[in-house]
């Protein structure tokens, strides 16, 4: 496990592994379709307000997180984070279900959020994406935050 360090008074934790990141996502997306394939009407609602809050339940952890071992935290007291910064952090996200949609102009429009998502948590040293960065949260090991200060 990589260490934690210190920037400006700050602890600064590695980013969680990426491959790790994009396993939990896919697991709370196949939670989206499941909802939207059983009840068509409803699932649809449901499988957004899913891809909006499940990162706000207990400890931080939306299911596919869980499942995963992985956390969402909040940068400035490194508390799991709740509802308001998962809503926030997963805005983009339920843009993206909406935008999906809509038959092919809305497909794009998905892929090219869910890309330029993807791409950030690659490319960012802390593994930080466009809506970690606007929630002020961070995705880490699960086990990292057991580290004493």
Known sequence: MESTSKLLG????????????????????????????????????SGLAYIL?????????????????????????????????SIIRNFPLGGAQLAFAIPYVGWLASLAILALEGLLIIGNEQGRRLGDEVARTHVLDAGQLAIPD
Do not use: C, W
């Open 10 to 45: 700050r602890t600064v934790y590695p980013k969680a592994h990426v491959l790790n990141r994009f396993i939990a996502k896919l697991i709370d997306l196949f939670i989206v379709v499941a909802a939207n394939e059983i009840v068509p009407p409803v699932g649809f609602l």
């Open 53 to 85: 809050i499940a990162d706000g339940f207990a400890g931080g952890k939306s299911i596919g997180k869980r499942l995963i071992g992985l956390q969402t935290v909040r940068m400035d007291s490194r508390d799991a984070a709740g509802f308001r910064e």
